[in-house]
């Protein structure tokens, strides 16, 4: 057997992957250990099924969240930090928030100090998952929403506070700005450089999975020079950096008469309310989604309501550090019950396989995953919408799906 080892990068920062890699875990808190460890087994099994135990992962624990205090005396370390990041690759389960403890959330600090820009949500539908559209299965979407800049940087003023006084004084008085009395005070900051990055990752994206469009999502009817210049940006970093693979819709209907000439993706843009309405009514239409961080917020878990809710839905976040995650919360009153559906969580690890190149393992999990549940073995959350369905535990719903696996 060859010896475990760090994934790396090589000088064109693509992975390299030894076939026994080392990668960090966080469980998370609430649900999380429940969750993790039906992933843990599926995703080992699969792997070793796929690859016929040619290659395995070495799981290395990193104590973040409740057991990071209760082994470290802290919540999050430099140290748990430096590891994710030094390993390239890592998932998580879900992190309560420890009130007042001096920082916003425990997931915003993964985001910010590994610099993960790129928060990726897919959204496929899974037959037969209870969902509220006529035909689900026409959502195949991507959503790359930013991460560390827009609404979400925090920066903001209580309504009263001296900070909110002096500023909004400085905003009449020196900016001529019209504002109400006594106002509560937020900044919307969104920059090319952050713009560009994301945006180009989102069209990388699309070129490596052979998608038809990149629709950059925005508000910038109204907010010109922050939603407004996200598409601009968005735009030119196409033009800048994948003339030859991409078309703007503008130039695709002014030359081609709206038929995109082969090879190309095209690039369009969709004022966020527009989105709301069209991903409902012609879902078929849209492949990958790059937004800023607000919009990303919603039209994610809007799209995730679309194919039946956050229980199945993955997520990564994503610098040059890459940390796949469950989307939804601890679920605190599910703790330590053996309930919940851990479909978030595995699909995440599908996700991670398909980062690491190792898409066969990810296919056997995608496979073997929708066939359990169309054997009607769903956990509880699936079992009240699904008539005629066994609700089983969240640990017999991770052995179904390896029975489906090795099968
Ligand atoms: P939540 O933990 O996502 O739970 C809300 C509800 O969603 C649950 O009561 C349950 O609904 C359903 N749900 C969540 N996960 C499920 C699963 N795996 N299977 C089936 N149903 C599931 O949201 P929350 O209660 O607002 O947040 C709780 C804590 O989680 C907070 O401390 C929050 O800060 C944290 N949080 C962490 C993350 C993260 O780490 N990425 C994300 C969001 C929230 P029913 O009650 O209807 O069964």
């Given at each position: 057997m060859s010896a475990e080892s760090k994934i790396t990068k090589d000088k064109n920062k693509n992975l390299v992957v030894p076939d026994y890699p080392v990668i960090p875990f966080i469980e998370g808190d609430g649900i999380g250990p429940d969750i993790w460890s039906a992933t843990k087994l599926v995703i080992d099994n699969a792997v070793s099924k796929a690859f016929d135990n040619t290659k395995k992962i070495s799981w290395l624990e990193v104590f973040i969240g409740e057991k990071g205090h209760e082994k470290t005396?802290?919540?999050?370390?430099d140290a748990a930090l430096e590891t994710i990041k030094s390993h390239i690759v890592a998932i998580k389960g879900p992190l309560t928030t420890p009130?007042?403890?001096?920082?916003?959330?425990l997931n915003v600090t993964i985001r910010q100090k590994l610099d993960l820009f790129a928060c990726i949500r897919p959204v496929k539908y899974i037959d037969p998952v209870p969902s509220?559209?006529?035909?689900?299965?026409?959502i195949d979407m991507v959503v790359f929403r930013e991460n560390t800049?827009?609404?979400?940087?925090?920066i903001e003023w209580e309504s009263g506070s001296d900070d909110a006084l002096k500023l909004s004084d400085f905003l009449r008085n020196e900016m001529g700005a019209n504002l109400p009395d006594m106002p509560g005070i937020g900044i919307k900051p969104i920059s090319e450089k952050n713009t560009k990055r994301l945006v180009a990752s989102a069209i990388l994206y699309a070129i490596d999975n052979k998608l038809k469009s990149v629709t950059l999502m925005?508000?910038?009817?109204?907010?010109k020079f922050t939603e407004g210049a996200f598409a601009k940006w968005g735009y030119e970093v196409a033009e800048e950096k994948f003339q030859d693979l991409t078309i703007s819709e503008k130039i695709l209907f002014e030359k081609y008469d709206g038929k995109c000439p082969d090879g190309k993706i095209i690039i369009k843009d969709r004022i966020a309310d527009m989105l709301f309405q069209q991903v409902l009514?012609?879902?078929?239409?849209?492949d990958v989604i790059a937004t800023p961080n607000l919009n990303g917020d919603y039209i994610s878990d809007a799209l995730a309501a679309q194919v039946g809710?956050?229980?199945?839905a993955p997520g990564a976040n994503i610098g040059e550090t890459a940390v796949f995650e469950a989307t939804?919360?601890?679920a605190p009153k599910y703790a330590?019950?053996?309930?919940?559906?851990?479909g978030s969580l595995i699909l995440s690890g599908t996700m991670m396989l398909e980062y690491m190149g190792w898409n066969k393992a990810s296919d056997l999990i995608k496979f073997a995953l929708q066939e359990t549940i169309k054997q009607g073995f769903v956990t509880y959350d699936l079992a009240r919408q699904i008539q005629g369905a066994t609700e089983v535990k969240c640990s017999v719903f991770a052995e179904k799906i390896v029975e489906n696996i090795n099968k």
């Open positions: 005396g802290e919540y999050i370390s009130v007042g403890k001096g920082f916003r959330s509220p559209m006529k035909f689900p299965d026409k800049e827009d609404l979400y940087a925090g925005h508000k910038g009817n109204i907010m009514l012609r879902p078929e239409e849209y809710g956050l229980g199945m939804h919360g601890t330590g019950q053996d309930k919940v559906n851990p």
